[in-house]
């Protein structure tokens, strides 16, 4: 019985995990889980799994009973974190607050299974060190480096050529995208059903462009052996190339409780208890990436390959002006000039010849979002 802290507990990702502790109580029990804004959804989950400890970012109405105790803040995961009472950290937060606890749960010593992907962009650097000294290593639960991670290590590396992340495509694969296109366009994500943030991520294919930055860390690779294909059935999630031209492809349905099993098992295989795919229902298609379509993959790839804080400065402005549309104050036909302009605005100084810490990381995210807010 291993016992998981589940960070963002209250979100798509959050959800799914809970669904696989439902399915496999003889393998798991929820012991911690954090929130932010969902109180009642956080209400729901401490009545159903009992937790020993609930995090929350500010403070609450709620009062410690006789099986749960709250705490408060950033700085309280870790009281939970080193505790004995946690075999496995599952941090499902969205965005850079995703960080903080990132970097504490590889000091823990115990299992680090993530989803969340922003912190290797903003921090790649900085999180790859810190995995290396502690000898740490993360289980990706993001479907397509779940996939590669599966076939990746258990091949030598010597033998790969290359990785190949698939796209759905998203809601505009096929549709033109106008001044007029609605919020509701937007969130009508073909294949996935995600959170806000990450769905219009999905819809300007800037997910994919942070995934490509995802993997450069996760796997060591260099950008030039990172390719993307549309793949718009979503039921391939991630390629693996061999030397000898061989694809090694990891295909589960559409849905992210397969990855999110697969990373608390890992490496064994467990029982299966979601519904699967019929390979003969839909033909597999892949198509390559409309460049000029989709501008915000390319730009990625380019801030990748910058490296420094580059990535931390484009992870900001996309948060920044992606929840500026879904607050309705700029158009997403205006998305990718904003966040390419605004990044390139900083571009001079994102290389620190000392090299940058986390301090850094979050003083520049703070900077770009100040800047952000003037325009
Ligand atoms: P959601 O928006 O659905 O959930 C986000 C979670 O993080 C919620 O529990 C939220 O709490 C919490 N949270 C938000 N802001 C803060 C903050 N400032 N401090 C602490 N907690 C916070 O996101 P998803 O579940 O969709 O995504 C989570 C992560 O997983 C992201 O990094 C995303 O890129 C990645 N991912 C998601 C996939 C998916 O299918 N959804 C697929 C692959 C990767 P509350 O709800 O209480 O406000
Ligand atoms: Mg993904």
Redesign the pocket.
Known sequence: MKKIFLL???????TSTLEVIRKYPKDFELVGV?????MK??EMIIKEFKPKYAVL?REHSFKDCDYCKFLVGEKSYEEILFSEDVDIILI????I??LYPTIKAIESGKRVVS????SLVAAGDIVLKHLEKYNQTIFP???EHNAIFNIFSRIEKNFIKKIILTASGGPFLKKEITERTSIEEVLAHPT?N?????TVNSATMMNKGFEVIEAHYLFKMEYERIDVLIHPQSLVHGIVETIDGTHFMGASPND?KFPIALALFYPAIPEQKFKSINLYEKPLEFFKVDQRKFPLLEFCYEMGRIGGLAPTVLNATNEYFVDSFLKGKIKFSNLPSKIIKTTEKFINTTKPERGYSLEDVFTIDSEVRKFCEKL
């Open positions: 963002g507990a209250t979100g798509s990702i959050g954090s929130a932010n804004s969902n959804k956080l970012t499902a937060i969205s965005g607050a995703g989803a969340n992907k922003e639960v993001d479907s996935w995600m959170g806000n943030y990450i992210m």
